[in-house]
């Protein structure tokens, strides 16, 4: 069973930093694109960043383009987004996806989330 | 950037038929995903490419895609079936993922 879990969100204050990870099992995590995507309180939802299998291609929303870098440990089944600099403007769930390659950017899977609340 | 348009909401009795849209400059050259979301879970994906439907998805969903729009049609709508469905697809101009605003189903 595909299973994605993602843990580190919490409350922040302005202007800090936090690093989210997302645990994946059940399916060869090496082979899969893979994706952010958040959703801030009542609203819908919002692509974040995009990442390679192999980690060699890297794209990024512009909201969020120099403030925050995605990364993965294919040994360690595991996805990560690093932001820094943050805003009012970034709380939300963040959720991981995984891409499937049958179609361009069909997001099959996604985690539960996990609450990031920028607010001082 | 490109943008999709989606209705903020639809209505429909059950056992009627609800047809959900999603706007776009020439989105019929574009593989447009559809995904359904209800109060405090994680969106599933309901209908990819245009049409498909994954494994486990009531034949109840499907979609088509052509000209400027693409739609999602749930036949024979079920009181299960109320939530917020988002359409997707790649914006290869800008290397990016877009969605739709996203669109709530209610069924009456």
């Known amino acids: 069973e595909v299973q994605l879990v993602e843990s580190g969100g919490g409350l922040v204050q302005p202007g800090g930093s936090l690093r989210l990870s997302c645990a994946a099992s059940g399916f060869t995590f090496s082979s899969y694109s893979m994706n952010w995507v958040r959703q801030a309180p009542g609203k819908g939802l919002e692509w974040v960043s995009y990442?390679?299998?192999?980690?060699?291609?890297?794209y990024y929303a512009d909201s969020v383009k120099g403030r925050f870098t995605i990364s993965r440990d294919n040994a360690k089944n595991s996805l990560y987004l690093q932001m820094n600099s943050l805003r009012a403007e970034d709380t939300a769930v963040y959720y991981c996806?995984?891409?499937?390659?049958?179609?361009?950017?069909?997001?099959?899977?996604w985690g539960q989330g996990t609450l990031v609340t920028v607010s001082s | 950037s490109y943008v999709l348009t989606q209705p903020p909401s639809v209505s429909v009795a059950p056992g009627q038929t609800a047809r959900i849209t999603c706007g776009g400059n020439?989105?019929?050259?574009?593989?447009v995903h559809w995904y359904q979301q209800k109060p405090g879970q994680a969106p599933v994906l309901v209908v990819y490419d245009d049409s498909d439907r994954p494994s486990g998805i009531p034949e109840r969903f499907s979609g088509s895609n052509s000209g400027n729009t693409a739609t999602l049609t749930i036949s024979r709508v079920e009181a299960g079936d109320e939530a917020d469905y988002y359409c997707?697809?790649?914006?290869?101009?800008?290397?990016?993922?877009?969605f739709g605003g996203g669109t709530k189903l209610t069924v009456l």
């Open positions: 996806a995984r891409e499937q390659s049958i179609a361009a950017s069909l997001l099959d899977y």
């Open positions: 020439n989105i019929g050259s574009k593989s």
């Open positions: 990442i390679s299998s192999s980690s060699s291609t890297i």
């Open positions: 997707q697809v790649w914006d290869s101009s800008s290397d990016s993922v877009v």
